[in-house]
């Protein structure tokens, strides 16, 4: 995003009281809304647990205007945009983004639904055992139980102590007492009063003035509801508590009081906490052999109460009393300083991030309505916290602020001349795709330019993938991804994501973002993959099966390889190529060197995976107790036409696929299918998870719809199938596509071998579909023509299944 992005969005309530915050972004590709409402969990009827979760879910049900096949799900879906929301205690948030043609139409369908639930019985009852099924799955997760664990040390009165969650004891749909407080808590928030909308776009701002009106007409108008307060976070005087698993510590402040700033104040505190720069608080720790990690996050919010949490992994000698003495002292430290240069970088930091945000990003921090920076009032509220926090005044430890974040700074321009386009770079291997010149013979040179993308745009994105003779042992792929810890964070927060990826044998580091620290970052990322010198454990967040599916499917699409502990020897046998895209030629230039720098052989031949005709079966487990299924079917060929068809048949899939698993069949509450490409490889790829469901069962549920594709295509009438596929081919033009996506699908059309100008054929192969083509790629898909790899927590079957080698 253009670095004139404004800093502050405009802001008005409207005539019937909703607030609107709405900000215009040029260079945005797509438009989001953000709808928050003032009232969640903690304002249900003491009765009736679970209610505004419930709610949540029935309003993305269909309406009398908008039945489930036409409504805000099913219509952002078509158009491939992203939609979600969320009960939080005091809030309930409702969000999506969508390419700026179809925008309006997504705010009439949220304003619609918000305002007119159908809430007949049978949409109850199936969204009830939707909502049971995740209470089920909540109940199971280790880590959903031990963060619920964390508000024991409260008082029993405070809310966060309750039940929230819903499930079919705590919704009784045949009560009518439930019925009235259902329709009374929709009638009492829903409406004008308790909500604010906010959008961003690149459209202009009259014209976001016009859509947020035309929101605001369909919702009932009403005033602001004050929610009650909440007691005391805790009942006595001691106003923090401790507990302690294993190596796990866990220490909670309770905060009474506090300022209306208090929120951007303990945004500001914890960032800094978290550092793990010398000289800081974790630094020491791991100095001292106390601890390993530390994170410290706000847990809530509301009233001028808070909770912070701060959490500690201990080393083996790690001992809770001293690492509590270490936080005191540092946080009295913290308190004596001039806090004018890190208030500086902090507010660097957050309008670098807001050059990088996508609409839904923006949109949702608008919401949020906070400070870009730390305010004079949010300095006053600093003050408050750190004192109800217990900073020492007489500071014991010798401690120093933070070093300056080197990725903030503004890079001085290279001396030397840039490289013009089509001119052979100076270091190894370097050529751009302007100089393919006919478009028609395959890429050499193991780095290339595009410039199927503009360079002349802030953004830019360097893929860099090693091929390697053996997979690394898991200690070392942790140390490597350890090691690159702090500076994805410092990168990160001047604009750039570092993402280092770990798959079987093939390794890939991936940089999308501002263009301006890219070559720095880029050299400090290699030096620290060709030097590691992490020693501390990266933390690895527990998840549900069907994310530990998908996290780990890339690696068995590869070839498996025997395992190296040895970095040295696999870099040596290492094969590497890359990609560039959006990078002018200076930050081209400037990366000259630490790209003749890249650590293995330059090598760009290379295939994607492929396994024709085969069924291949990998078992994962996950260690729930719960059944969880991916199903991967691949194009039939690597050629642009089956890519097409197969783009098509997941755009048409999506909706009828949810509606049959999940909403008709109740199979489970993981349920979608869509369109990926994994290792330059396209396919349609379907996931269930289900409490109950076995995963052979799943299998054949999902069979049986793909069964059912040719006659599901049959049924589109001509206008309405010519509809959809205009809508899908859309979503690939240049004006729509962001950035990070735009860049994603280059690199793997690279991989595929696909020519240069594949973002200009895909979408004109997608409108060469028609009826016939696509009942004949549906067929292909059917009989595994391109292969089928399933990836489950169950058993293989019998033929004509077989274990993937």
């Not at 969204?127 to 909540?138: S, Y």
């Not at 807001?354 to 609409?359: E, F, T």
Request: charged share 20%.
């Amino acid at each position: 995003m253009p670095a004139s992005n404004p800093p502050r969005p405009h802001t008005e309530t409207l005539a019937n009281g909703l607030r609107v915050t709405l900000r215009h972004a040029p260079d945005l590709k797509r438009a989001a809304a953000a709808l928050r409402v003032n009232a969640g969990s903690h304002d249900v009827p003491l009765a009736w647990p679970g209610l505004a979760h419930f709610l949540e879910h029935l309003l993305f049900l269909e309406t009398e205007r908008f039945p489930a096949n036409l409504g805000l799900m099913a219509y952002v879906q078509g158009h491939g945009g992203q939609l979600n929301a969320r009960t939080s205690e005091r809030t309930t948030d409702y969000f999506f983004e969508l390419p700026t043609q179809a925008f309006s139409a997504g705010l009439e369908r949220l304003s619609d639904m918000l305002a007119h639930p159908r809430m007949n019985p049978d949409d109850q009852q199936r969204e009830r055992e939707v909502l049971h099924a995740e209470f089920v799955a909540w109940s199971q997760d280790v880590a959903a139980q031990q963060k619920l664990a964390l508000f024991n040390g409260l008082s029993d009165a405070h809310p966060l102590r309750g039940f929230h969650a819903g499930n079919r004891d705590s919704l009784p749909l045949q009560q009518d007492e439930f019925q009235q407080a259902l329709k009374g808590f929709h009638q009492r928030f829903y409406q004008s009063g308790q909500m604010t909308l906010s959008l961003a776009g690149p459209q202009p701002l009259e014209e976001l003035k016009v859509l947020a009106q035309a929101f605001a007409d369909g919702i009932p108008q009403g005033s602001l509801v004050p929610q009650q307060a909440p007691v005391p976070l805790m009942g006595t005087v001691q106003k923090s508590y401790q507990q302690l698993n294993e190596r796990r510590l866990d220490l909670l402040f309770a905060l009474e009081a506090l300022p209306d700033s208090a929120s951007e104040a303990l945004a500001f505190l914890c960032h800094w906490l978290n550092a793990a720069k010398p000289g800081g608080l974790l630094a020491r720790l791991r100095t001292e052999g106390l601890a390993d990690n530390l994170k410290a996050a706000v847990l809530y919010t509301f009233g001028g109460q808070a909770l912070m949490h701060v959490e500690f992994t201990l080393n083996a000698n790690g001992q809770p009393a001293a690492v509590r003495e270490f936080l005191s002292d540092w946080l009295g430290f913290f308190a004596r300083q001039d806090w004018s240069d890190l208030r500086d970088e902090y507010a660097a930091l957050l309008q670098r991030q807001q050059q990088v945000s996508s609409a839904l990003q923006l949109a949702r921090l608008d919401c949020e309505q906070r400070e870009t920076g730390l305010s004079e009032q949010g300095v006053t509220a600093l003050k408050v916290i750190l004192q109800q926090l217990g900073a020492v005044d007489n500071v014991a430890g010798q401690w120093q602020l933070p070093t300056p974040n080197p990725f903030l700074r503004t890079a001085t321009p290279a001396s030397n001349a840039a490289l013009i386009r089509g001119q052979t770079s100076a270091h190894r291997g370097l050529r751009t795709f302007a100089q393919d010149r006919s478009r028609s013979r395959r890429e050499r040179s193991p780095m290339q330019f595009t410039q199927a993308l503009p360079d002349n745009r802030p953004e830019g994105a360097l893929y860099v993938r090693w091929r390697l003779d053996s997979a690394p042992q898991a200690s070392l792929r942790t140390r490597l991804e350890s090691s690159l810890q702090p500076l994805c964070e410092e990168a990160r927060q001047a604009g750039v994501e570092v993402s280092f990826n770990a798959t079987g044998n093939e390794w890939l580091l991936k940089m999308t973002g501002l263009q301006e620290p890219m070559p720095s970052v880029l050299e400090h990322a290699l030096k620290t993959l060709t030097t590691p010198d992490a020693q501390f454990p990266q933390d690895t967040p527990a998840l549900i099966p069907i994310r530990q599916l998908l996290k780990t499917l890339p690696t068995h699409m590869l070839p498996r390889t025997t395992d190296s502990d040895d970095l040295q020897q696999l870099w040596s046998g290492a094969r590497w190529d890359g990609l560039g895209i959006g990078l002018s030629s200076q930050t081209q230039a400037a990366m000259g060197l630490a790209l003749s720098r890249i650590p293995g052989t330059p090598d760009n031949q290379s295939t994607p995976p492929s396994i024709p005709g085969q069924r291949l079966w990998s078992t994962l487990d996950t260690g729930s107790s719960e059944h969880a299924l991916l199903l991967f079917c691949p194009t039939a060929s690597n050629d642009i036409a089956d890519e097409a068809a197969w783009r098509l048949l997941a755009h048409l899939c999506q909706t009828p696929f949810y509606q049959r698993l999940r909403v008709e069949l109740q199979l489970g509450y993981a349920v979608f299918s869509a369109l990926r490409q994994i290792h330059g490889q396209t396919g349609l790829l379907f996931g269930v998870q289900s409490p109950n469901v076995p995963a052979l069962d799943l299998l054949q549920h999902i069979e049986q719809f793909l069964n059912g594709l040719p006659q599901m295509i049959h049924g589109f009438d001509d206008a309405d199938f010519l509809a959809q596929r205009q809508v899908l081919a859309d979503q690939f033009a240049s004006n729509a596509l962001p950035f990070a996506q735009a860049a994603e699908l280059l690199w793997q059309g690279k991989l595929a071998g696909h020519s240069s100008d594949y973002l200009v054929q895909l979408p004109e192969a997608i409108l060469a579909v028609d009826r016939p083509m696509l009942i004949d790629a549906a067929t292909r898909l059917t009989q595994a023509v391109g292969g089928w790899r399933c990836l489950s927590t169950g058993a293989c079957p019998d033929s004509p299944w077989q274990t993937a080698p």
